[in-house]
């Protein structure tokens, strides 16, 4: 596999098979990835973005799919000890640091998909420095 950045935003990922002859051209362009070239079976090519997500995409701390669509977790880091959570670039709660008490707490919106078990799986991502944070924000 090797990455191309193509500036303006635009990355591609040529995936190459085992024989080294066929390859696969997967383009990532404002945060939605697909096929760019080269042909897939649907339930593989879903697989192959899947695996590049998670791979790449570094404030994803997972993904799953709901009702058969794929649901992308963000988990992006903000100044002040302060993580929001993103499903499909929807916001839907947030988690925060308190560095007197040296305590997190979180919110989850309403009606999300999340819950309590996933946010406390992504403070223990935060806490073993799986997910971002701004640097000498947690101390």
């Known amino acids: ?4 950045d ?11 098979s085992k024989n080294g002859l066929a390859f696969y051209v997967f383009r990532k362009y404002q945060g939605i990835w697909e096929l760019a070239y080269g ?4 339930d593989i090519k879903e697989a192959c973005i899947d695996a590049l997500i998670l791979r790449f995409d570094s404030d994803v701390p997972e993904l799953f ?4 669509k794929r649901q992308i977790v ?7 000890s302060l993580w929001h959570i993103y499903l499909n670039n929807a916001y839907v ?8 008490t040296k305590q997190f707490n979180y919110h989850i919106e309403d009606n999300s998909l999340f819950t309590d078990d996933h946010v406390q799986k992504y403070i223990t991502m935060i806490q073993r420095g799986k997910l971002k944070c701004i640097k000498d924000d947690i101390r």
């Open 65 to 68: 799919y709901h009702h058969g």
């Open 1 to 4: 596999m090797t990455v191309h």
């Open 39 to 42: 042909e897939l079976a649907d």
């Open 74 to 80: 963000e988990v992006r880091a903000k100044k002040y």
């Open 93 to 100: 709660g947030s988690i925060q640091y308190f560095t007197f």
């Open 6 to 16: 193509k500036s303006m935003g635009i990355k591609d990922y040529h995936l190459y």
